[in-house]
């Protein structure tokens, strides 16, 4: 079984940064594919940004040079660093992970995984 726990959620100005955090625990083998998601309010949830084995990244457009993906293996630890942060990304933020190699048109939907946190608010203002 797998649990993720996500952190690091909050309310900022338009242009700030966050940086969120999420805990992997219990079975952590085989889990290639980790990613964040998010859901704004009336809206689907949606891929923001994948990271497939240790290196291989895949972004929405939407926050492309704006935001990084990375895990810290020793801490069983993904990471979603934010910059330049918008209104329009206000939303609940979602780690996700899967034991599947999923090709990388795949990496952001969110049918493709398996285990899900329960999400951290994210809140920018104008």
């Known amino acids: 079984q797998v649990q993720l726990v996500e952190s690091g959620g909050g309310s900022v100005q338009a242009g700030g940064s966050l940086r969120l955090s999420c805990a992997v625990f219990?079975?952590?083998?085989?889990?290639?594919?980790m990613g964040w998601f998010r859901q704004a309010p009336g809206k689907d949830r949606e891929g923001v940004a994948t990271?497939?084995?240790?290196?291989?990244?895949t972004y929405a457009d939407s926050v492309k040079g704006r935001f990084t993906i990375s895990k810290a293996n020793a801490k069983n630890t993904l990471y979603l660093q934010m910059n330049s942060l918008k209104p329009e990304d206000t939303a609940i933020y979602y780690c996700?992970?899967?034991?599947?190699?999923?090709?990388?048109?795949?990496?952001?939907?969110?049918?493709?995984?398996?285990?899900w946190g329960r999400g951290t608010q994210v809140t920018v203002s104008s």
């Open positions: 996700a992970a899967v034991r599947a190699n999923l090709y990388w048109s795949l990496r952001l939907q969110e049918k493709m995984y398996a285990y």
């Open positions: 219990g079975v952590t083998d085989g889990l290639h594919c």
């Open positions: 990271l497939y084995g240790d290196s291989s990244t």
